[in-house]
């Protein structure tokens, strides 16, 4: 059974930082090749895609958090982080991470986090 549990989220003044932590466990799971992602929901939006890497690093950002963000991640901890710096009052959201196979013909399931509530207000 895979899991990613995710951590780091908290109440933060604007302009502050937060490093979020991903982390995924599962017998079979081969880490390296899934897309990580870092997707964000505030109440009554949509979720969507804030920052993703490949298993090789290849990563994409929303516009929103370009120069902002970073995502990285560690193969051999199996781990993905999401370093916010300079954070605003509109990126308060609930951040899930996500697992996508990188190739769509290996057949392979995807996997959600729970979430970690980022909260960003003076």
């Known amino acids: 059974q895979v899991q990613l549990v995710e951590s780091g989220g908290a109440l933060v003044q604007p302009g502050g930082s937060l490093r979020l932590s991903c982390v995924a466990s599962?017998?079979?799971?081969?880490?390296?090749?899934?897309?990580m992602g870092w997707y964000h929901q505030a109440p009554g939006n949509e979720r969507e895609l804030v920052a993703s890497?490949?298993?090789?690093?290849?990563?994409k950002y929303a516009d929103s958090v370009k120069g902002r963000f970073t995502i990285s991640r560690d193969n051999a901890k199996n781990t993905v982080y999401l370093q916010a710096n300079s954070l605003k009052p509109e990126d308060t959201a609930v951040y899930y991470c996500?697992?996508?196979?990188?190739?769509?013909?290996?057949?392979?399931?995807?996997?959600w986090g729970q979430g970690t509530q980022v909260t960003v207000s003076s």
């Open positions: 890497i490949t298993g090789s690093g290849s990563t």
């Open positions: 599962g017998r079979s799971f081969n880490f390296y090749i899934y897309t």
């Open positions: 996500n697992a996508v196979p990188t190739l769509m013909e290996l057949g392979l399931p995807s996997y």
